[in-house]
């Protein structure tokens, strides 16, 4: 379907489209984008049916666009696919087909290649139960840290002070969890950007009209300065490369409108808090470490989620590099004129695995870690596993 073709989409989502074009730009060029004709996709069409058009990343095209966007300097083509923008470097068509000696130069790097092969092939499946395979691996879903896991996932509106047309969910993966789905209730539109293809087509099923689908990379938004009414990232940033993860920040920050805000949720490499509620485990482990069946039954109950989960088939890792307060300090303050450390969770599922438990009064202590969250927001962010980024421009 050609964007252009609006008669079987209504108008609210017609003007949501049409307006949000004027905020899109090429990711290589940085220039506005526009539609295409239909005469310019019939000739790019055209030349795609002879082998004559590569991407961005040196692939062939091997088949024709039914709509795309093309940059105002008449170069850069992108392709529009089930009404998700492609908006990645590597997918740009070049008209010209002017590209660098070296295809894997426009390629998506290793490490973020991982990160979409991991959420395209596994995160974003689902299991039996219709559960995200991220979601199994890496969340407590038991009944008695439901409650808590409720409140911090909606601790999330507490920070979105602003309202307006646009909600930018930024690596919005596939829209998890129900309480997510309250962020853009302020907003007339959510724009979903991810570089996984899967997690868009998931996040459209649940949001539907309100939400426009972008393919793009957190390190460079393919959208114009100063747009946004508010941006949310969240367990995202400690995915992206290591040197990279600055950039996000610097991003985010770029395209948020000024006197808006954006929320970050993070983890930190290392959490205080968690390191002293780990001690006892830590000295059991120490005096019973000859006694194999103690040995066994402390370091099965205590042991670390790791950042590789298995499949039935294979094992599959993602790659994650959180940082420390001090790279925030050092990098982050100096990007962000105006950012907050507030808490978003301040505990992890391995202190959840080994201290919560719903015959030992589990929910009772998650009321008091939450009562306590609330009442030392910066302390519990800074010092607990999972800050929250307030960034204010």
């Known amino acids: 379907m050609n964007i252009s073709d ?3 989409i209504p ?7 049409k307006q949000s074009i004027n905020y899109l730009r090429c990711p290589i060029s940085e220039v506005a984008l526009r539609e295409m004709s ?5 000739e790019l069409n055209y030349r795609i049916s002879n082998n004559e058009i590569k991407q961005h990343d040196g692939m062939h095209l091997k088949r024709p666009l039914h709509a795309g966007l093309i940059s105002l300097n008449e170069q850069y083509v992108y392709p529009i696919e089930e009404d998700i923008f492609i908006l990645l470097a590597s997918n740009a068509i070049d008209r010209f087909q002017e590209f660098s000696s070296d295809a894997s130069d426009n390629s998506l790097s290793p490490t973020k290649k991982n990160v979409q092969n991991f959420y395209d092939e596994f995160g974003w499946q689902k299991d039996e139960t219709g559960l995200h395979l991220d979601t199994a691996s890496f969340t407590d879903t038991r009944p008695v840290v439901e409650n808590y896991g409720h409140k911090c996932h909606l601790r999330v509106n507490k920070y979105l002070e602003s309202a307006g047309a646009y909600l930018l969910d930024i690596a ?6 129900a309480e997510y789905l309250t962020y853009s209730e302020k907003f007339d539109f959510r724009i979903c950007v991810d570089f996984s293809l899967l997690a868009l087509k998931e996040a459209k099923q649940k949001l539907g009209d309100k939400g426009i689908y972008i393919l793009g990379d957190i390190t460079n938004i393919p959208l114009v300065d100063d747009a946004m009414d508010a941006v949310i990232s969240l367990h995202t940033i400690y995915h992206v490369p290591e040197d990279e993860q600055s950039k996000a920040f610097s991003e985010i920050h770029r395209v948020l409108k000024p006197g808006a805000s954006a929320v970050v ?3 930190w ?5 968690m390191d002293i509620t780990y001690l006892p485990i830590r000295l059991v482990n120490k005096i019973s470490r000859n006694i194999k069946k103690i040995s066994h039954f402390m ?3 205590s042991s670390n989620l790791d950042t590789s989960v298995k499949s039935s088939d294979a094992q599959i890792s993602l790659y994650f590099r959180p940082q420390n307060y001090e790279w925030f300090h050092k990098k982050i303050k100096h990007i962000c004129n105006h950012v907050d450390i507030y808490v978003w969770k301040s505990v992890n599922t391995r202190f959840l695995n080994i201290y919560i438990h719903s015959g030992l009064l589990g929910e009772k202590i998650l009321e008091l870690i939450y009562w306590l969250e609330d009442k030392f927001p910066y302390l519990a962010g800074r010092f607990g596993q999972y800050p929250l980024f307030l960034i204010k421009k």
């Open 6 to 8: 609006f008669q079987n």
């Open 11 to 17: 108008s609210a989502k017609h003007n949501g489209l």
């Open 38 to 42: 239909n005469d310019e996709l019939q």
């Open 172 to 177: 919005s993966g596939a829209i998890p969890h």
């Open 265 to 267: 949720v993070y983890t």
């Open 269 to 273: 490499s290392y959490s205080l808090f």
């Open 299 to 301: 370091n099965a109950s």
